[in-house]
């Protein structure tokens, strides 16, 4: 990523081979930012048959946390909080003193990122005798439409044209490279080669738009204006 931020500052324009976006082919002229969050419950040990009223369970202060999580969701802004992973205990005769969840975040700028980075760190203890370690941000910043961005795509949607390609643009959830070459020069998304299935085992590319595609990238390299 520091390479990249480097070559980013003195390039006129990007141009990221991720796959296109779905069986269309769209380009990516935006991507979602990407946040990891930690938080770590410290509770107090205690025998869960003898003496459970001495112990302050870490497990249930996080099933707090993540409802309070889950209460962050905004599906009509873009904003997801998912707790994709959960820990705690070490015995199920023991009241558990320690738990730890992991959350995924995404949001479609960086003033929502913002606005939920300050909302999962505010996150207070619900029980008492309860120590809370909150840890994370947004560490990938979202890909947004600025107006360079805009400027390339209707470029490439033009030079599509050239090609009998009637290309369309969309928003990707997921993030790449263009998230940070995006920060410091134009950049265009999603110039490979269209198929479907990714990470999966069905994975493929259609052979017959392997040409096209990259008629589009060196058209689009070639371009000096």
């Known amino acids: ?61 996080l099933s707090h946390q993540i409802q309070q999580l889950h209460a962050l969701n905004d599906f009509e802004k873009g ?18 003193a320690e738990s730890k969840a992991i959350i995924d975040v995404r949001v479609y700028n960086n003033e929502d990122g913002n606005y939920i980075t300050e909302k999962i ?9 309860v120590e809370l370690t909150i840890e994370g941000g947004i560490g990938r910043q979202p890909m947004e439409r600025t107006s360079k961005n805009k400027q390339l795509w209707e470029k490439a949607k033009a030079t599509g044209e050239l090609l009998n390609l009637e290309l369309q643009q969309a928003t990707a959830g997921g993030g790449s490279d263009g998230n940070t070459t995006s920060l410091y020069t134009a950049t265009l998304d999603g110039l490979g080669t269209t198929g479907d299935g990714a990470h999966a085992e069905h994975e493929f590319i259609y052979i017959d ?17």
């Open 1 to 61: 990523t520091p390479i990249i931020k480097r070559l980013a500052r003195i390039a006129e324009r990007a141009f990221i081979l991720e796959p296109p976006l779905g069986l269309d082919g769209k380009l990516k002229t935006a991507r979602k930012g990407i946040g990891r969050f930690v938080i770590t419950v410290k509770g107090k040990a205690a025998h869960a048959g003898l003496d459970p009223q001495k112990g302050v369970s870490a497990i249930v202060e």
């Open 79 to 96: 904003i997801t909080v998912n707790v994709g992973m959960i820990q705690g205990g070490n015995s199920p005769n023991v009241v558990a």
């Open 121 to 129: 760190h505010q996150l207070k203890p619900t029980l008492d005798d």
């Open 209 to 225: 738009k392997l040409v096209e595609r990259t008629a589009l990238l060196t058209l689009l390299l070639l371009d000096d204006k």
